[in-house]
């Protein structure tokens, strides 16, 4: 199953870079899915349901002009996937631009993602994937 979830998690950027409403991207997710912020991020914490990812899709709207997550690697671990990613953005206040690197770690079932973790911190999405800085 995880050259399905590798395939996935890369059809999921696809979508979210796209154009059209966030609704699009919760064909891909589980009625119960998690959307875990990191505890420095703007907004910590846990959104649940489609609900709560499309409130964490409107904080992101509200903040950017436009956005996107660049994949730069999609790690295969069973159940889920760790992707190195560079999130881009342009803020909403004037011509800003925002560049950083992040991890992102994709839980998912039945083909359908469950959980979204995501980390500025390496070491830290590392461990909470259960693998060290040289990746095993």
């Known amino acids: 199953m995880s050259r399905?979830?590798?395939?996935t998690v890369?059809?999921?950027?696809?979508v979210w870079n796209g154009p059209g409403p966030p609704e699009r991207l919760l064909r891909?997710?589980?009625?119960?899915?998690?959307?875990v912020n990191p505890s420095n991020a703007v907004e910590p914490g846990?959104?649940?349901g489609h609900e709560g990812v499309l409130?964490?899709?409107?904080?992101?709207?509200?903040?950017?002009?436009?956005?996107g997550h660049e994949s730069e690697a999609l790690v295969d671990l069973g159940d889920r996937v760790l992707a190195?990613?560079?999130?881009r953005a342009r803020a909403t206040t004037g011509e800003l631009r925002y560049e950083q690197a992040?991890?992102?770690?994709?839980?998912?079932?039945?083909?359908?993602?469950?959980r979204l973790e995501w980390f500025h911190d390496r070491a830290e999405a590392l461990?909470?994937?259960?693998?060290?800085?040289r990746g095993d």
């Open 46 to 48: 846990i959104r649940r």
């Open 55 to 67: 409130e964490a899709l409107a904080s992101l709207d509200a903040a950017f002009d436009e956005y």
């Open 4 to 7: 399905e979830n590798i395939e």
């Open 102 to 114: 992040e991890a992102q770690i994709w839980t998912l079932r039945d083909g359908l993602i469950t």
């Open 127 to 133: 461990k909470t994937a259960g693998l060290s800085e």
């Open 10 to 14: 890369r059809g999921l950027y696809e």
């Open 28 to 35: 891909l997710m589980a009625p119960n899915v998690e959307y």
């Open 84 to 87: 190195w990613v560079i999130f």
